[in-house]
T-cell receptor, first 112, second 114 residues
């Protein structure tokens, strides 16, 4: 079963624009992580935000977490064609830290 | 530093057969997790191994089993293959137990069951 659900399922933007993806989840979490996957290959870890954090930055990435709404967002600023990929949120659930549960992903296409 | 490697890259099996997938963790990592990713879906957690012991399991039947070796490499074994087992199988390693830390993924093994 999918704990997190990303929105939108697909997003197409022009190079240089910002891309925002949202993730909603159902149960209390220890942390939430975002990963990128290119063309059905391995996943690359982007950023981890713990349940007691509200915002984190890494380069062109900004992640927010609202535990009251059980939601997170990933913002990619000044997007590039190389950012084209699927983006997944994944949650580590409170009381069961070994279970990392992924959403179904957002397919981002950045047009040159 | 060597990344996570998986073998084979692709595999075709017949329903009812058994398959073994292999994973070498990143240097210095003692924890390996396995995931199944069906086409168009997010990865689903199968199980995790920490220092050769199973350290958590997802909602998969017992015909999915694993091993971790003293060098922290790992195997995923699937018996009595079913058509629905067709998927990309990913392993990920980390240097911490549990899942509160960054995981490093391999490129995956694409399994097709016919």
């Amino acid at each position: 079963s999918q704990q997190g659900e990303e929105d939108p399922q697909a997003l197409s933007i022009q190079e240089g624009e910002n891309a925002t993806m949202n993730c909603s989840y159902k149960t209390s979490i220890n942390n939430l992580q975002w990963y990128r996957q290119n063309s059905g290959r391995g996943l690359v870890h982007l950023i981890l935000i713990r349940s007691n954090e509200r915002e984190k930055h890494s380069g062109r990435l900004r992640v927010t977490l609202d535990t009251s709404k059980k939601s997170s967002s990933l913002l990619i600023t000044a997007s590039r064609a190389a950012d084209t990929a699927s983006y997944f949120c994944a949650t580590a659930i409170s009381g069961s830290a070994r279970q990392l549960t992924f959403g179904s992903g957002t397919q981002l296409t950045v047009l040159p | 530093e060597t990344g996570v490697t998986q073998s084979p890259t692709h595999l075709i099996k017949t329903r009812g057969q058994q398959v073994t997938l292999r994973c070498s963790s990143q240097s210095g990592h003692n924890t390996v997790s396995w995931y199944q990713q069906a086409l168009g879906q997010g990865p689903q957690f199968i199980f995790q191994y920490y220092r050769e012991e199973e350290n958590g399991r997802g909602n998969f039947p017992p015909r999915f089993s694993g091993l971790q070796f003293p060098n922290y490499s790992s195997e995923l074994n699937v018996n009595a293959l079913e058509l629905d087992d067709s998927a990309l199988y990913l392993c990920a390693s980390s240097d911490r137990r549990g899942l509160d830390y960054e995981q490093y993924f391999g490129p995956g093994t694409r399994l097709t069951v016919t």
